[in-house]
């Protein structure tokens, strides 16, 4: 499993980003790109895109939510990080999770 997750999850989030041409790519960061997740470990995933903004955030936070994972998911815009330790940590640990191939 990667990121201690099922293929029909990533597959079922992955569907939910291709809805939105402005999502360049996702990555993934926290315990489950470290590898030492349990198995109700958040999914923390930051989004880059050019002109993403926070009301298309909150549709794919919505499109997520309605997937009913058995999961919670933390979905940030990488450019309005703030927080220098945070950013640190995403290039560190940071793992490619979706590519928009049309990009």
Same mark, same amino acid.
């Given at each position: 499993? /990667? @990121? $201690?997750?099922?293929?029909? #999850?990533?597959? &079922?989030?992955?569907? =939910? @980003? &291709? /809805?939105?041409? $402005? =999502?360049?790519? #996702?990555?993934?960061?926290?315990?489950?790109? &470290?590898?030492?997740?349990?198995?109700?470990?958040?999914?923390?995933? #930051? *989004?880059?895109? /050019?002109?993403?903004?926070? $009301? *298309?955030?909150? /549709?794919?936070?919505?499109?997520?939510?309605?997937?009913?994972?058995?999961?919670?998911?933390?979905?940030?815009?990488?450019?309005?990080?703030? !927080?220098?330790?945070?950013?640190?940590?995403?290039?560190? =640990?940071?793992?490619? @999770?979706?590519? !928009?191939?049309? $990009?």
């Amino acid at each position: 499993m /990667k @990121f $201690k997750l099922k293929e029909e #999850t990533i597959n &079922k989030i992955n569907q =939910v @980003f &291709k /809805k939105y041409d $402005k =999502v360049e790519k #996702t990555i993934l960061y926290g315990s489950r790109a &470290k590898g030492n997740a349990k198995y109700s470990s958040d999914i923390d995933l #930051t *989004l880059i895109g /050019k002109n993403i903004n926070l $009301k *298309l955030l909150n /549709k794919i936070s919505m499109d997520i939510d309605d997937l009913l994972l058995p999961y919670i998911t933390d979905l940030s815009i990488y450019h309005h990080i703030k !927080n220098q330790d945070l950013i640190d940590h995403i290039s560190r =640990v940071g793992k490619i @999770f979706y590519t !928009n191939v049309q $990009k």
